[in-house]
């Protein structure tokens, strides 16, 4: 579980901007990784990041409790996702579809690279990484979430929960399926071992 102290959050909640910097240090890779799953791009999820710690900031008198920052911050996170994904209105498309549209409005099939006729490469470690990133990055928004908030944050189930203001058995749930549907979609690095 992820720990902050609670008097370096106590001084940047009196105004003290070198104790939020040290926040910032002690927080901003697992924030930008939470918001790098979710958005298609690095440039984006910079600019989320500022758009985040901005808003932190401007914030940070009404935090409750000193305790509750991470998950306050992680929460800040998630809406400022959730806003950007409502101003983008971003488009998504099922791996399991065989079909998408183009801009004239026409259907194509879905490209989707098949590593499994090169084994050489499933070898290499950078590529798996990014298979199973990809795999992440196709699963349900609110699987995504779960996934990245349990697995690459290293959050409890009682915090994803309150992050994402449901019963922890929802979060149980949620990393059950994302799991399984992981493991349908990404069987095939196992099989080429």
Known sequence: MFELDNQLVERARAGDVDAFGE???HTHRRIYQYIRQMVPTAEDAEDLMQEVYLRAWSGLKQL???EAFWVWLHRIARNAVLDWRKRKQL???SLE??????EDGETEPVEVADWSENPERLALSEAMQEAVRQAVRSLPENHREVVTMYYLEDMGISEVAQVLGVPK??????LARARETLRRKLRYLVDAK
């Open 23 to 25: 926040l910032y240090q």
């Open 64 to 66: 409750q409790a000193n």
């Open 91 to 93: 488009s998504t498309v």
């Open 169 to 174: 058995n929802t979060v149980l749930s949620r």
């Open 97 to 102: 579809s065989t079909f998408t549209d183009d």
